[in-house]
């Protein structure tokens, strides 16, 4: 295994999952969906997520390709599904009233801490690792080598996908720290700001989706003219 190719393809992968997962805009939003979590819930919700995404991850960069193709579903189609979920959670987010009454978070809490599905979805799923890395995922694993095996390009993609759960980990684990810097203003301001970004990211994942859907409809009819 040459260590050179090891290095280049994380070199490679690392930044692509980072800037799609952006797990720095992320730990806002996830702050504000968690409010009404302990510190003790929070750490271990933030594990949960990260060691999903991971999971996610290697799954989409190995298998992706093959269980897509397996089912018959297409990028577009996983895009236009990803983007009307991602959207609609960062709406509900967007739109959440500020003042939350002490009634209605003891109320919250207890559902909150109990459920621990929320940690696969919607928070890894589609909200860390959505429509949008989970194609750029399916990418980069169908991007080997013509050669066959590579163990250095096998292991570099790897890494990176562990790399990139552990930033995960560090910024939702610390999400709430970091809004405490900025205090209740600053952190609602970037929370609302992170949601409508999100928002803005579900839309363009569906009409991306859209579009492709619209081109190899129209493609063959402006073919016949």
């Not at 070199?11 to 003790?40: H, K, Q, W």
Request: with cysteine; aromatic share 10%; proline share 5%.
């Amino acid at each position: 295994m040459e260590l050179s190719e090891l290095l280049a393809t994380f070199l490679l992968a690392f930044p692509a999952l980072f800037s799609i997962v952006n797990p720095v805009a992320g730990a806002f939003v996830f702050n504000e969906a968690t409010a009404t979590r302990t510190d003790a819930g929070l750490a271990r919700l933030a594990g949960q997520v990260a060691r999903y995404s991971f999971l996610v991850l290697l799954a989409a960069i190995w298998t992706g390709a093959s269980v897509l193709g397996f089912f018959g579903i297409s990028l577009a189609a996983l895009r236009i599904a990803g983007g009307l979920v991602v959207a609609t959670f960062a709406w509900r987010l967007l739109t959440v009233p500020d003042a939350r009454t002490d009634q209605k978070r003891d109320e919250a809490a207890p559902a909150l801490e109990e459920d621990s599905g929320i940690a696969f979805f919607p928070l890894t799923i589609p909200f860390t690792t959505g429509p949008g890395t989970i194609a750029v995922a399916v990418t980069l694993g169908s991007g080997h080598p013509r050669s066959g095996f590579s163990p250095g390009y096998v292991l570099g993609l790897s890494l990176a996908a562990l790399a990139t759960a552990i930033t995960i980990w560090v910024f939702y684990r610390y999400a709430r720290r970091i809004a405490g810097l900025l205090g209740p203003s600053g952190t609602r301001v970037i929370s609302r700001l992170a949601a409508f970004v999100l928002l803005c990211i579900g839309v363009q994942i569906l009409i991306m989706g859209v579009s492709e859907v619209l081109a190899g409809v129209l493609r063959p009819l402006l073919a016949r003219t």
